[in-house]
């Protein structure tokens, strides 16, 4: 399988064509690619690497903040219009009937001659016991923290992906909790985590001065994006792989 960064940046990033942080798993088998999010920049950044809508065979989100749903109106309304196809969508069942009435029904609950649901766009896909097979591959759910509402954390989850050469964490968006992600972080081979580099700290977020007092062997196989537009500082000097570039391709 191949993983590739279509964004590096964090939400509220503008300029330097790092887009938002969403990804393109390829199957080297069946030449299907499942999208990784799918935030309000992904028509560019899908754009930026040769990609459009029509080369997406399915799509996972992982929580319903608009960096990671922003684009999932342009993204179903493409496949349904000019396709006239339905897009498959893995989800966590807990977010399901959320990302409809607090996201999509805005735009898309109106047909011409009927009202329409979720289930007019995407085919839904099984997540049960936070699990799912994509491409022959097993993928996982790992809740993460990231935000609150009102003191109650809302539902968001990383990815544990079993590759054929290695395993891979994707975070998603979480904050610095290594109490909660460590069993993953030991799992893995490979790591690609959330890491906030702002002078500010959102606290939504892992931040760089958090994640390098991880121990030496944890830092050693992880990647680090979702960054903000400054300067980042040397990452692998301070034990990780590094930060990873826009377009930049891993295979697993």
């Known amino acids: 399988m191949k993983l590739t960064f279509l964004g590096v ?3 509220l990033s503008v300029g330097y064509k790092n887009f938002h942080s969403n990804m393109l798993v390829e199957s080297a088998d069946t030449d299907q690619k499942l999208l990784i999010d799918c935030g309000g920049d992904v028509r560019h950044s899908l754009y930026e690497l040769g990609f459009s809508a029509a080369d ?11 960096d990671h749903v922003g684009g999932l ?4 309304f493409s496949k349904f219009f000019v396709e006239q196809n339905k897009l498959p969508l893995y989800i966590s069942t ?7 009435d607090h996201v999509l029904s805005g735009g898309m609950s109106t047909l011409e001659e009927s009202n329409s649901t979720l289930e007019t766009f995407f085919k839904l896909r099984s997540t049960e016991s936070n699990k799912f097979i994509w491409s022959g591959r097993d993928f996982e759910l ?8 009102n003191h109650e954390l809302l539902p968001s989850y990383g990815l544990f992906v079993s590759g054929s050469k290695l395993n891979i964490f994707i975070t998603t968006d979480t904050r610095f909790a290594p109490d909660v992600l460590n069993e993953a972080y030991e799992r893995a081979d490979i790591i690609f985590h959330d890491c906030e580099t702002s002078s500010h ?20 196989k992880m990647w680090l994006y979702d960054y903000n537009d400054v300067s980042l500082p040397d990452a692998v000097s301070d034990g990780f792989k590094g930060f990873v570039t826009r377009g930049q391709v891993f295979d697993f």
């Open 9 to 11: 940046s964090s939400a």
């Open 56 to 66: 997406i065979d399915a799509v996972y989100i992982s929580h319903l903040h608009a």
């Open 73 to 76: 109106e342009w993204l179903a």
């Open 94 to 100: 807990d977010q399901k009937q959320a990302l409809w």
């Open 142 to 149: 790992i809740k993460v923290p990231h935000s609150y509402s």
């Open 201 to 220: 700290f959102s606290k939504q977020h892992a931040h760089y001065t958090q994640l390098v007092t991880l121990p030496f062997h944890i830092k050693q």
